[in-house]
């Protein structure tokens, strides 16, 4: 196990300077991260989307997460994105988040601003997901799904970009060797996807890349 990144972002961040950072070309990443692993053989490959919710509040930066009941049949009581599967309806990644975010956690698409997406994270089950970031200003209502939700809570995201609350881990599964990252928060543990897509952020939100 072992910490990644070595650059840390000192000035704050606003809508603008995450939409100009997001309009970037991808930053270079680590081989080991899923994120740039697409799946491969013969996986089917099924197109997901999640909403990264940034919330102003207090003159504050939060993202929003969830956390998963006990129901569900994979994944249960881990801490994520709202989002899921693409369906035939969706006019594209940006309506599916918006859409599984509403029927997540009752958050109005209306009071989303979009600015932007991550590069793509790939599964080692086949699933291909967009982040998709979203600002939203506080105060706002939400009505989580009971059999999907157990909670919503927000976390600074100075926390996610600090360099060294990145932990790396590796394991061996069905003969393959993985690797995946977590970020601790408080008693929370975030790992897998979710960390993986963290990450991933971390690095594209740097300030550095826009001068």
């Known amino acids: ?93 940006v309506d599916t988040a918006l859409r599984e975010t509403e029927e997540e956690i009752g958050l109005a698409r209306t009071r989303v601003r979009v600015l932007g997406a991550l590069p793509e994270y790939y599964l080692p089950t086949g699933f291909r997901i967009t982040p998709v970031i979203g600002w939203i200003e506080a105060p706002f209502h939400t009505e989580p799904d009971p059999y999907e939700v157990a909670d919503i809570f927000e976390v600074p995201l100075e926390h996610f970009l600090d360099a060294e609350r990145y932990q790396r881990h590796e394991y061996h599964f069905n003969g393959r060797h993985r690797h995946y990252v977590s970020i601790p928060y408080e008693g929370r543990y975030i790992w897998g996807a979710t960390a993986g897509m963290l990450l991933s952020m971390a690095r594209t939100l740097s300030l550095q890349r826009l001068k």
Request: glycine share 6%; net charge positive; charged share 25%.
């Open 1 to 93: 196990m072992s910490t990644v990144l070595k650059t840390a972002r000192i000035e704050p961040l606003d809508p603008a300077s995450i939409t100009a950072l997001l309009r970037l070309p991808p930053v270079a990443p680590d081989a080991r991260d899923l994120h740039v692993v697409p799946a491969t053989g013969d996986i089917k490959i099924h197109d997901a989307a999640v909403l990264v919710p940034m919330v102003l509040r207090d003159n504050r930066v939060n993202l929003l997460f969830t956390q998963r009941t006990e129901y569900l049949k994979s994944h249960t009581g881990q801490i994520s994105f709202p989002g899921g599967r693409v369906e035939a309806a969706d006019a594209g990644r």
